[in-house]
């Protein structure tokens, strides 16, 4: 019973030391979210700091509004890809079996 209790504590002491790399990965991560085909354009890091946002010339001949739903899409496009990256990178650290929600 010792050694299955021994056990059972090395591997939540390596379950916490990846998942503080894991998080400290996220935080590094850089991704850019993209809508109109790439007319908008938002880096955001992947603690969800808006880093730079390019937009293409050509969208200040439309309409406000036209912008305004561009630069959400492509917000949202953004937190999309760090939430998928975070639910990749804790999946892998989940021992089979055991059910976590994300």
């Not at 850089?30 to 937009?55: F, L, P, W, Y």
């Not at 001949?61 to 496009?77: P, T, V």
Request: hydrophobic share 40%; charged share 25%.
């Amino acid at each position: 019973m010792k050694g299955g209790i021994g056990n059972l504590m090395k591997k939540a002491q390596q379950m916490q030391a990846d998942m503080e790399k894991a998080q400290q990965e996220l935080a590094n991560l850089t991704v850019t979210g993209q809508a109109g085909g790439g007319i908008v354009k938002i880096v955001m890091s992947g603690e969800h700091d808006v880093q730079r946002i390019n937009i293409k010339d050509e969208l200040f001949q439309g309409d406000k509004e036209m912008l305004e739903d561009l630069l959400a899409a492509a917000m949202n496009d953004a937190v999309r890809q760090i939430k998928v990256t975070s639910q990749d990178s804790m999946a892998g650290m989940i021992p089979s079996g055991m059910k976590l929600p994300f």
